[in-house]
């Protein structure tokens, strides 16, 4: 992906275990990220899926529950392992193909074409460099036939360039034990160009008096959903969409009929 790869695939492998925590129901965001794509691919005549950043599964698991054939795609080998344990647990790993990949060699390990391809969880934002945003929006440009449909989930940092947040709260869940999970993040801020910030997650666990703390770090680009708009038209995307998904903005795009 760039440079910083194996720094963020060793972050993401650091926290997969934890991150279902990330969320106040797991299952039920599953559930709600497989209704929220279907709902996007509605008469787009979408039944091949390449999900680019699949994570733990989030949207892969519940779009092949859905009926949709996914190919998902990962360079960190915790979450496409948390990935494979979650669709054996729902009864759709046969549905799957799983590939260890980052976006910038997809084209050396998945055969197009797609009718959808999917970017959630803030993935893109990792590429540090402009010349990796825009290979990455072209890869996923030319892996899709024509009249296919692209999906962007990020978090859009332009409000924060202003204010350059450093706290941000995160989940608090209690186990029937009485344990408790933490999450909040301590974020840097370095000027550019281009302007990159660190997250600084800190996990804290345990109950009564008795809490141990674990932080790991991982490096963004933060981007704004207008600066990637721009990108993916000069890539040859059009009829861009951007719409509010809880903490992230979703971009959907179509790659023209012809041309």
């Not at 599953?30 to 008469?43: A, T, Y």
């Not at 390449?50 to 733990?56: E, K, M, N, T």
């Not at 959630?120 to 024509?146: Q, V």
């Amino acid at each position: 992906m760039h440079t910083d790869n194996s720094h963020t695939n060793d972050f993401y492998d650091a926290i997969v275990e934890y991150y279902p925590m990330f969320y106040r129901d797991w299952d039920v965001q599953l559930e709600r990220e497989g209704l929220g794509l279907r709902s996007i691919f509605r008469n787009k005549g979408v039944i091949r899926v390449l999900d680019a950043a699949c994570g733990p599964g989030t949207q892969a698991v519940p779009l092949a529950q859905l009926g949709f054939e996914v190919v998902a795609a990962d360079p960190s080998t915790g979450m496409i392992r948390k990935a494979r344990e979650t669709a054996e647990q729902l009864g759709v790993s046969d549905k799957i193909e799983f590939v260890g990949v980052d976006f910038l060699r997809l084209h050396e390990t998945v055969t197009g074409p797609f009718d959808a391809v999917v970017c959630k969880g803030n993935a893109l934002p990792h590429l540090l460099l402009d010349e990796d945003i825009e290979a990455a929006l072209l890869t996923f440009y030319e892996l899709l036939r024509p009249g296919g449909t692209l999906v962007i989930g990020m978090r859009d940092f332009g409000p924060f360039m202003e204010s350059r947040p450093r706290f941000l709260p995160g989940f608090a869940h209690e186990n029937d034990d009485g344990e408790e999970f933490i999450t909040f993040d301590i974020w840097e801020w370095e000027e550019g160009p281009p302007v990159i910030a660190t997250q600084n997650l800190y996990i804290v666990r345990g109950k009564e008096n008795q809490y141990d703390t674990m932080k790991q770090q991982v490096i963004f680009r933060p981007l704004s959903t207008d600066e990637v708009k721009v990108v993916l038209l000069e890539v040859g995307f059009e009829d861009i969409a951007d719409q509010p998904d809880r903490w992230e903005r979703v971009l959907v795009a179509r790659k023209p009929l012809s041309g």
